[in-house]
Protein backbone atom coordinates (compact mmCIF):
# COMPACT_ATOMS: atom_id res chain seq x y z
CA UNK A 1 0.00 0.00 0.00
CA UNK A 2 1.09 3.23 -0.88
CA UNK A 3 0.58 5.59 1.79
CA UNK A 4 1.60 9.78 0.55
CA UNK A 5 2.64 12.73 2.86
CA UNK A 6 1.89 15.99 0.76
CA UNK A 7 3.51 17.88 3.41
CA UNK A 8 7.26 19.53 3.24
CA UNK A 9 6.42 21.68 6.74
CA UNK A 10 9.69 19.62 8.42
CA UNK A 11 11.82 21.18 5.71
CA UNK A 12 13.87 24.20 5.74
CA UNK A 13 13.71 24.79 1.85
CA UNK A 14 10.17 24.13 0.34
CA UNK A 15 9.02 22.44 -2.06
CA UNK A 16 9.50 18.96 -1.37
CA UNK A 17 5.49 18.56 -1.04
CA UNK A 18 5.55 18.33 -4.55
CA UNK A 19 8.01 15.25 -5.15
CA UNK A 20 4.52 12.74 -4.52
CA UNK A 21 3.19 14.10 -7.44
CA UNK A 22 5.84 13.99 -9.60
CA UNK A 23 6.78 10.46 -8.76
CA UNK A 24 3.08 9.11 -8.71
CA UNK A 25 2.40 10.86 -12.25
CA UNK A 26 5.41 8.89 -13.32
CA UNK A 27 4.33 5.88 -11.52
CA UNK A 28 0.69 6.12 -13.57
CA UNK A 29 1.80 6.72 -16.87
CA UNK A 30 3.69 3.74 -16.83
CA UNK A 31 0.95 1.51 -14.52
CA UNK A 32 3.23 0.37 -12.20
CA UNK A 33 1.46 1.22 -9.34
CA UNK A 34 -1.97 0.39 -11.06
CA UNK A 35 -3.21 -2.34 -8.49
CA UNK A 36 -1.29 -0.87 -5.34
CA UNK A 37 -3.71 0.22 -3.05
CA UNK A 38 -3.50 3.97 -1.93
CA UNK A 39 -4.01 6.36 0.92
CA UNK A 40 -3.24 9.85 1.16
CA UNK A 41 -3.05 11.27 4.84
CA UNK A 42 -4.35 14.68 6.02
CA UNK A 43 -1.96 17.57 6.15
CA UNK A 44 -3.97 20.33 6.00
CA UNK A 45 -3.73 21.74 9.73
CA UNK A 46 -4.17 25.84 10.55
CA UNK A 47 -0.96 26.13 11.89
CA UNK A 48 -1.24 28.55 15.22
CA UNK A 49 2.25 27.96 16.67
CA UNK A 50 5.65 27.97 15.03
CA UNK A 51 9.12 28.41 17.15
CA UNK A 52 12.27 29.24 16.16
CA UNK A 53 13.66 26.59 17.82
CA UNK A 54 11.29 23.93 15.96
CA UNK A 55 9.74 25.26 13.37
CA UNK A 56 5.89 24.36 12.16
CA UNK A 57 5.95 21.71 15.10
CA UNK A 58 2.45 22.10 16.07
CA UNK A 59 1.53 21.42 12.28
CA UNK A 60 4.54 18.34 12.14
CA UNK A 61 2.70 16.99 15.62
CA UNK A 62 -0.27 16.45 13.74
CA UNK A 63 0.27 15.44 10.67
CA UNK A 64 2.82 12.37 12.37
CA UNK A 65 -0.06 11.19 13.95
CA UNK A 66 -1.93 10.64 10.92
CA UNK A 67 1.03 9.46 9.25
CA UNK A 68 1.14 7.18 12.40
CA UNK A 69 -2.26 5.88 12.31
CA UNK A 70 -2.15 5.37 8.70
CA UNK A 71 0.65 3.37 8.92
CA UNK A 72 -0.66 1.04 11.92
CA UNK A 73 -3.49 0.71 9.68
CA UNK A 74 -1.81 -0.47 7.05
CA UNK A 75 0.43 -3.01 9.13
CA UNK A 76 -3.07 -4.69 10.90
CA UNK A 77 -4.49 -4.68 7.54
CA UNK A 78 -1.86 -6.57 6.13
CA UNK A 79 -0.35 -4.75 4.02
CA UNK A 80 3.73 -3.39 3.70
CA UNK A 81 2.97 0.46 3.97
CA UNK A 82 5.49 2.63 1.41
CA UNK A 83 5.61 5.80 2.32
CA UNK A 84 6.24 8.85 0.30
CA UNK A 85 6.25 11.88 2.08
CA UNK A 86 8.09 15.21 1.62
CA UNK A 87 10.07 15.91 4.11
CA UNK A 88 11.54 13.23 6.76
CA UNK A 89 10.22 14.54 9.67
CA UNK A 90 6.99 12.44 8.99
CA UNK A 91 9.44 9.54 9.53
CA UNK A 92 8.93 9.89 13.12
CA UNK A 93 4.93 9.09 12.92
CA UNK A 94 6.23 6.30 10.55
CA UNK A 95 8.09 4.61 13.23
CA UNK A 96 5.51 5.40 16.05
CA UNK A 97 2.57 3.68 13.46
CA UNK A 98 4.70 0.13 12.92
CA UNK A 99 5.31 0.40 16.84
CA UNK A 100 1.70 0.79 17.32
CA UNK A 101 0.73 -1.79 15.00
CA UNK A 102 3.93 -4.46 16.49
CA UNK A 103 3.95 -3.29 20.03
CA UNK A 104 6.30 -6.22 20.83
CA UNK A 105 8.84 -5.87 17.98
CA UNK A 106 12.38 -4.92 18.24
CA UNK A 107 12.29 -2.20 15.15
CA UNK A 108 15.65 -2.29 13.01
CA UNK A 109 15.96 1.00 11.11
CA UNK A 110 18.10 1.37 8.11
CA UNK A 111 18.64 5.18 7.27
CA UNK A 112 20.34 5.93 4.07
CA UNK A 113 20.64 9.60 4.23
CA UNK A 114 23.52 12.31 4.14
CA UNK A 115 22.27 13.60 7.45
CA UNK A 116 22.10 12.10 10.90
CA UNK A 117 18.36 13.16 11.78
CA UNK A 118 19.62 13.49 15.24
CA UNK A 119 18.87 17.25 16.04
CA UNK A 120 16.68 18.14 19.23
CA UNK A 121 15.07 21.60 19.58
CA UNK A 122 18.24 22.18 21.87
CA UNK A 123 20.86 22.04 19.74
CA UNK A 124 19.67 22.42 16.37
CA UNK A 125 20.57 26.14 14.27
CA UNK A 126 18.00 25.79 12.17
CA UNK A 127 15.32 24.52 13.93
CA UNK A 128 13.93 22.40 10.63
CA UNK A 129 12.33 19.59 11.96
CA UNK A 130 13.05 17.36 9.41
CA UNK A 131 16.57 16.83 11.35
CA UNK A 132 15.27 16.33 14.60
CA UNK A 133 13.70 12.65 13.36
CA UNK A 134 15.64 10.21 14.94
CA UNK A 135 15.97 11.86 18.30
CA UNK A 136 12.46 11.58 18.83
CA UNK A 137 12.36 8.49 17.92
CA UNK A 138 15.10 7.80 20.70
CA UNK A 139 13.25 10.32 23.02
CA UNK A 140 16.35 12.25 23.24
CA UNK A 141 17.06 15.72 24.17
CA UNK A 142 20.81 15.80 24.10
CA UNK A 143 21.36 18.80 26.60
CA UNK A 144 24.95 18.08 27.35
CA UNK A 145 25.28 20.01 23.72
CA UNK A 146 23.04 22.52 24.65
CA UNK A 147 23.07 25.49 21.94
CA UNK A 148 19.26 27.19 22.69
CA UNK A 149 16.91 27.13 25.54
CA UNK A 150 13.40 26.45 23.92
CA UNK A 151 11.30 28.14 25.46
CA UNK A 152 8.29 26.00 27.17
CA UNK A 153 5.61 25.85 24.43
CA UNK A 154 8.02 24.52 22.46
CA UNK A 155 9.07 21.89 24.61
CA UNK A 156 5.78 20.88 25.56
CA UNK A 157 5.11 20.50 21.64
CA UNK A 158 8.38 18.61 21.95
CA UNK A 159 7.28 16.35 24.85
CA UNK A 160 3.87 15.30 22.82
CA UNK A 161 5.80 14.59 19.45
CA UNK A 162 8.68 12.54 21.08
CA UNK A 163 5.59 10.40 22.47
CA UNK A 164 3.76 9.63 19.36
CA UNK A 165 1.82 6.72 19.34
CA UNK A 166 1.94 6.61 23.10
CA UNK A 167 5.81 5.40 23.43
CA UNK A 168 8.68 7.17 23.89
CA UNK A 169 11.94 5.16 23.06
CA UNK A 170 10.57 3.32 20.25
CA UNK A 171 13.87 2.12 18.82
CA UNK A 172 17.09 0.98 20.79
CA UNK A 173 20.00 3.44 19.41
CA UNK A 174 22.28 0.28 18.46
CA UNK A 175 19.81 -0.84 15.72
CA UNK A 176 19.99 1.93 13.52
CA UNK A 177 21.83 1.60 11.07
CA UNK A 178 23.27 4.85 8.50
CA UNK A 179 24.09 4.48 5.12
CA UNK A 180 26.58 7.32 3.45
CA UNK A 181 26.42 9.29 6.39
CA UNK A 182 28.59 12.39 5.52
CA UNK A 183 27.14 15.61 6.71
CA UNK A 184 26.67 15.84 10.25
CA UNK A 185 27.23 18.56 13.17
CA UNK A 186 28.92 18.46 16.46
CA UNK A 187 26.08 17.87 18.44
CA UNK A 188 24.64 14.58 16.25
CA UNK A 189 28.16 13.30 16.46
CA UNK A 190 28.33 13.49 19.88
CA UNK A 191 25.22 11.08 20.30
CA UNK A 192 26.45 8.46 17.41
CA UNK A 193 29.63 7.95 19.45
CA UNK A 194 27.83 8.30 22.70
CA UNK A 195 25.04 5.34 21.58
CA UNK A 196 27.55 3.64 19.47
CA UNK A 197 25.42 3.82 16.15
CA UNK A 198 27.12 2.58 12.97
CA UNK A 199 26.89 4.22 9.56
CA UNK A 200 28.33 2.24 6.75
CA UNK A 201 29.82 4.97 4.65
CA UNK A 202 30.40 5.63 1.02
CA UNK A 203 33.67 4.18 0.87
CA UNK A 204 32.67 1.22 2.66
CA UNK A 205 29.98 0.49 -0.35
CA UNK A 206 32.83 1.41 -2.89
CA UNK A 207 35.24 -1.66 -0.98
CA UNK A 208 32.42 -3.94 -0.45
CA UNK A 209 30.33 -3.68 -3.15
CA UNK A 210 26.60 -3.24 -2.90
CA UNK A 211 25.89 -7.46 -2.28
CA UNK A 212 28.11 -7.53 0.94
CA UNK A 213 27.07 -4.35 1.86
CA UNK A 214 23.58 -5.29 2.28
CA UNK A 215 24.39 -8.47 3.88
CA UNK A 216 26.77 -6.96 6.69
CA UNK A 217 23.36 -4.20 7.15
CA UNK A 218 20.83 -7.41 7.66
CA UNK A 219 23.76 -9.21 9.61
CA UNK A 220 23.89 -5.70 12.40
CA UNK A 221 20.37 -6.21 12.82
CA UNK A 222 19.72 -9.75 12.73
CA UNK A 223 18.21 -9.66 16.10
CA UNK A 224 15.02 -7.10 15.27
CA UNK A 225 12.27 -8.96 14.26
CA UNK A 226 11.12 -5.83 11.91
CA UNK A 227 12.90 -3.61 9.47
CA UNK A 228 12.23 -0.34 8.69
CA UNK A 229 14.04 0.94 5.57
CA UNK A 230 13.78 4.91 4.98
CA UNK A 231 15.26 6.16 1.82
CA UNK A 232 16.28 9.93 1.74
CA UNK A 233 17.10 11.53 -1.66
CA UNK A 234 19.65 13.64 -0.22
CA UNK A 235 21.66 10.26 -0.22
CA UNK A 236 22.14 10.23 -3.71
CA UNK A 237 25.65 11.75 -5.22
CA UNK A 238 25.06 15.41 -5.16
CA UNK A 239 27.27 16.51 -8.18
CA UNK A 240 24.30 14.38 -10.24
CA UNK A 241 20.92 14.72 -7.80
CA UNK A 242 20.24 18.22 -7.09
CA UNK A 243 16.83 17.69 -7.06
CA UNK A 244 16.57 17.57 -3.13
CA UNK A 245 16.85 20.30 -0.35
CA UNK A 246 19.98 19.55 0.85
CA UNK A 247 22.54 17.68 -1.60
CA UNK A 248 25.54 16.56 -0.56
CA UNK A 249 28.87 15.44 -3.04
CA UNK A 250 30.26 11.38 -1.95
CA UNK A 251 26.78 9.69 -2.10
CA UNK A 252 25.52 6.77 -3.25
CA UNK A 253 25.23 6.67 -7.10
CA UNK A 254 21.63 5.56 -8.05
CA UNK A 255 22.47 2.28 -9.57
CA UNK A 256 24.11 1.36 -6.01
CA UNK A 257 21.11 2.92 -4.17
CA UNK A 258 18.82 0.44 -6.78
CA UNK A 259 20.72 -2.37 -5.77
CA UNK A 260 21.12 -2.28 -2.29
CA UNK A 261 17.28 -1.44 -1.65
CA UNK A 262 16.53 -4.26 -3.47
CA UNK A 263 18.40 -6.20 -1.27
CA UNK A 264 17.02 -5.20 1.64
CA UNK A 265 13.47 -5.08 0.47
CA UNK A 266 13.74 -8.69 -0.07
CA UNK A 267 14.56 -9.33 3.51
CA UNK A 268 11.30 -11.05 5.16
CA UNK A 269 11.12 -8.65 8.36
CA UNK A 270 10.60 -5.25 6.13
CA UNK A 271 7.52 -3.72 7.29
CA UNK A 272 8.08 -0.08 5.48
CA UNK A 273 9.66 1.23 3.13
CA UNK A 274 9.89 5.28 2.83
CA UNK A 275 11.08 7.51 0.32
CA UNK A 276 11.68 11.09 1.07
CA UNK A 277 12.57 14.82 0.38
CA UNK A 278 12.65 14.49 -3.92
CA UNK A 279 11.82 18.12 -4.68
CA UNK A 280 10.90 18.90 -8.43
CA UNK A 281 11.32 22.31 -8.03
CA UNK A 282 14.95 22.51 -7.66
CA UNK A 283 15.59 19.33 -10.16
CA UNK A 284 17.67 20.37 -13.21
CA UNK A 285 17.15 18.30 -16.57
CA UNK A 286 14.41 15.96 -14.08
CA UNK A 287 17.65 13.89 -13.23
CA UNK A 288 16.75 13.05 -9.35
CA UNK A 289 12.92 12.44 -10.43
CA UNK A 290 13.73 9.82 -12.67
CA UNK A 291 16.58 7.77 -10.60
CA UNK A 292 13.81 8.52 -7.34
CA UNK A 293 11.63 6.77 -9.82
CA UNK A 294 13.56 3.69 -10.44
CA UNK A 295 13.74 3.02 -7.15
CA UNK A 296 9.91 3.62 -6.66
CA UNK A 297 9.70 0.68 -9.33
CA UNK A 298 12.54 -1.28 -7.82
CA UNK A 299 10.52 -1.47 -4.49
CA UNK A 300 7.05 -2.07 -6.09
CA UNK A 301 8.68 -4.96 -8.03
CA UNK A 302 9.78 -6.64 -5.14
CA UNK A 303 6.57 -6.14 -3.13
CA UNK A 304 4.59 -7.30 -6.12
CA UNK A 305 6.62 -11.03 -5.56
CA UNK A 306 6.25 -11.46 -2.08
MN1 LIG B 1 16.78 12.77 6.28
Known amino acids: MIITVRSDSGAGVRGSDQGITALLDLAVKSGIAD ?10 FAE ?18 VVCLEVCGSLKSGHIPIVISGDHSSATGTIAGIKKAKPESRLGIIWIDAHADLHTPYTSYTGNMHGMTLAAALGLDNIACLLREPDKTTLDFWGRFKRIGGLSEKIRSTDIVYVTLRDLEAQESHLIEKYGIRNFTTQELRDLKVKALGALILEHLKDCTDIYLSFDTDSLEGSLSKGTGLPVDNGIMPKEAEELIGIILKDPKISCFEIT ?5 LDINHATTTMVYHILEKALSVFRRK
Open 35 to 44: RVAKRDCDVA
Open 48 to 65: DFSSVYAKNIEQVLYICE
Open 277 to 281: ELNPG
